[in-house]
């Protein structure tokens, strides 16, 4: 398996359909007021970073960096297809995430989970992320949880 990242449009058929499966298991673990997706046209701005994750010519993950302007960014849109699991995409995507927050010289990235997902908090701390108060427009929330990793 020849499993490549790089940066891509997100507004290509079989990238919007893994965003969509990405909505449906979201939606499956939090009502709609916990669910904070931002949708194709946020993901096409000058300011996002769009990683696709592919093997051979199909897509199995994704993850954005959204430059917030003010030296942060934050990750949006991680995910990875479940007959993918299981092959430490997770990690490679973060690895291209936190390599372009590098090279755009940010202080910090930061980003919004689930309580229910595991697996992905695991991930973020074992990148070093940690737990921090609601940041930007979001608000407090019992079933998320806010995390950043300093960069420099």
């Known amino acids: 398996m020849t499993v490549t990242i790089a940066l891509e449009p997100p507004r290509q058929a079989d990238v919007v359909s893994l965003l969509e499966l990405?909505?449906?298991?979201?939606?499956?673990?939090?009502?709609?007021?916990?669910?904070?997706?931002?949708?194709v046209s946020s993901l096409e701005k000058p300011e996002v970073s769009f990683f696709v994750a592919r093997n051979g010519d199909r897509v199995i993950g994704c993850c954005a960096l959204v430059d917030a302007g003010d030296g942060?960014?934050?990750?949006?849109?991680?995910?990875?297809?479940?007959?993918?699991?299981?092959?430490?995409?997770?990690?490679?995507?973060?690895?291209?995430?936190?390599?372009?927050?590098?090279?755009?010289r940010l202080s910090a990235v930061r980003?919004?989970?689930?309580?229910?997902?595991?697996?992905?908090?695991?991930?973020?701390?074992?990148?070093?992320?940690?737990?921090i108060e609601a940041f930007g427009n979001y608000r407090p929330d019992p079933l998320s949880i806010f995390m950043e990793k300093r960069l420099s």
């Open 22 to 39: 990405s909505d449906a298991y979201a939606a499956s673990l939090y009502p709609a007021d916990s669910n904070h997706m931002v949708d």
């Open 72 to 104: 942060t960014a934050e990750i949006k849109r991680m995910f990875v297809d479940e007959a993918a699991r299981g092959l430490k995409l997770g990690r490679r995507l973060m690895e291209a995430i936190l390599e372009r927050g590098d090279m755009l």
């Open 111 to 131: 980003l919004e989970t689930g309580i229910y997902q595991p697996e992905a908090i695991g991930l973020y701390r074992a990148y070093g992320f940690v737990e």
